[in-house]
């Protein structure tokens, strides 16, 4: 952030996207770290509807062969470069991309897999929470 856009509301905007970002990139990298390591097992509950590692082992983890987790990580690394360049006109059509993907995704666990990730939740959770940024961000663009 520039120290000129913290008193603009685009800057506040910005700031708001950086920090409820931060946490979908860190589940998305534990995640991602988990798909390169597959030996690892995952810390997370197994009780009740919870179980990440059925969730990160099932064949809805995968698309084209590539890890689900890597895409998430890649999601949030450009969306917080994008940040970081002030570049924000792209956000909202990658969130609303990233939408429809976390529908899938969640439907996949809750109806599915009949387990849900609580890692795969929380980046879910923070791309979600990105929509009111990502939109107002765009209004102030114009």
Same mark, same amino acid.
């Given at each position: 952030? @520039?120290? +000129? $856009?913290?008193?603009?509301?685009? !800057?506040? %905007?910005?700031?708001?996207?950086?920090?409820?970002?931060?946490? !979908?990139?860190?589940?998305?990298?534990?995640?991602?770290? @988990?798909?390169?390591?597959?030996?690892?097992?995952?810390?997370?509950?197994?009780?009740?509807?919870? $179980? =990440?590692?059925?969730?990160?082992?099932?064949?809805?983890?995968?698309?084209?062969?590539?890890?689900?987790?890597?895409?998430?990580?890649? %999601?949030?690394?450009?969306?917080?470069?994008?940040?970081?360049?002030?570049?924000? +006109?792209?956000?909202?059509?990658? %969130?609303?991309?990233?939408?429809?993907?976390?529908?899938?995704?969640? +439907?996949? &666990?809750?109806?599915?897999? @009949?387990?849900? =990730?609580?890692? =795969?939740?929380?980046? @879910?959770?923070?791309?979600?929470?990105? !929509?009111?940024?990502?939109?107002?961000?765009? &209004? &102030? &663009? !114009?």
């Amino acid at each position: 952030m @520039h120290r +000129g $856009d913290l008193g603009t509301k685009a !800057g506040s %905007w910005r700031i708001v996207a950086v920090i409820l970002a931060i946490p !979908g990139l860190v589940s998305s990298a534990y995640l991602a770290y @988990h798909a390169a390591f597959p030996q690892t097992l995952l810390y997370c509950p197994t009780s009740g509807p919870f $179980d =990440c590692n059925q969730v990160t082992s099932s064949p809805y983890s995968t698309l084209f062969g590539v890890s689900v987790a890597y895409l998430g990580l890649a %999601w949030f690394v450009v969306v917080l470069g994008l940040l970081a360049m002030r570049k924000t +006109g792209p956000i909202f059509t990658l %969130w609303a991309l990233a939408m429809a993907f976390v529908a899938y995704l969640v +439907g996949a &666990e809750v109806f599915l897999i @009949h387990s849900v =990730c609580v890692y =795969c939740t929380v980046a @879910h959770a923070s791309a979600v929470l990105l !929509g009111l940024p990502s939109i107002k961000l765009r &209004e &102030e &663009e !114009g």
